[in-house]
């Protein structure tokens, strides 16, 4: 486990934004709140966060995609209590068609499961509500985001699922403060404060009064703990016709 995220962190040094999530001065989410949480996972273990939106499609982000995603864990807040019979569910990737890189904004992917998601009270699996096409997040409005992986910069990986709340942050002054955005992004969290998300686990989301509103993109330079710029998310209502469009077909 601890290789994959220390190669997270190389990549990211060269590519100049560190990939998100993990959870900076979060705390420990309670059982059974976030069951549509989603650990995307290759054949060694976990390397992206995920949520679920219907009982065929879990969304995460479209740079996982380079680690060959190859199944979903569903239903545990622990990594470490894995039921491989129940839990786990292969996957097919449907990335977004304009995604390039990180630069150029789209960081999107939804994972088709090889079969129905078992949702219920028993399975302890739920999926979360998507946003309306003219969401309107106002400034300094509190989210939440939450994920497995480090919880400092250069730290460890952890096993329980974290969670914190982040301040929306003005669109106009995150692109002062970044010079140059992608297009069809929210920012949250990160700079101003001393919350908000770390190396290990992009493509979990951003949510806002149970609505994912976001997906974790990028951060700064590997700075996680005092970030000089706010972190960056993908606005999920900007891509709401691809998505339904695939729900419906059930395929990409």
């Not at 003219?134 to 300094?140: E, R, S, W, Y």
């Not at 939450?146 to 106009?172: C, F, H, M």
Request: glycine fraction near 8%; include cysteine.
């Amino acid at each position: 486990m601890m290789h994959k995220f220390f190669f997270l962190c190389v990549l990211t040094g060269l590519e100049g934004n560190a990939l998100g999530s993990d959870i900076i001065n979060g705390k420990k989410s309670k059982e059974k709140s976030m069951q549509y949480m989603a650990s995307v996972q290759d054949k060694e273990g976990h390397i992206c966060g995920g949520f679920l939106i219907s009982e065929d499609f879990v969304v995460t982000a479209a740079h996982c995609d380079k680690w060959n995603p190859t199944n979903v864990v569903l239903g545990t807040h622990n990594l470490n209590k894995v039921n491989n019979e129940t839990m786990r569910y292969s996957v097919k990737t449907c990335k977004h068609p304009s995604y390039k890189d990180l630069a150029s904004g789209n960081d999107i992917m939804l994972l088709k499961l090889s079969r129905k998601a078992r949702m219920g009270k028993k399975d302890r699996i739920k999926p979360i509500q998507l946003p309306s096409p003219k969401m309107n997040l106002k400034d300094k409005k509190k989210c939440r985001v939450a994920g497995w992986g480090w919880t400092r910069s250069a730290g460890d990986v952890v096993a329980d699922l974290q969670e914190v709340e982040v301040p929306i942050v003005n669109l106009k002054e995150c692109q002062k403060l970044w010079n140059k955005l992608p297009a069809n992004v929210i920012c949250a969290g990160g700079y101003g404060t001393k919350s908000g998300i770390c190396q290990g686990d992009s493509g979990g989301p951003l949510v806002y009064n149970k609505v994912a509103v976001g997906v974790v993109s990028y951060n700064s330079n590997n700075n996680c703990d005092y970030p000089d710029v706010p972190n960056i998310y993908t606005d999920v209502s900007k891509f709401l016709p691809w998505i339904k469009e695939i729900l419906k077909k059930k395929k990409c």
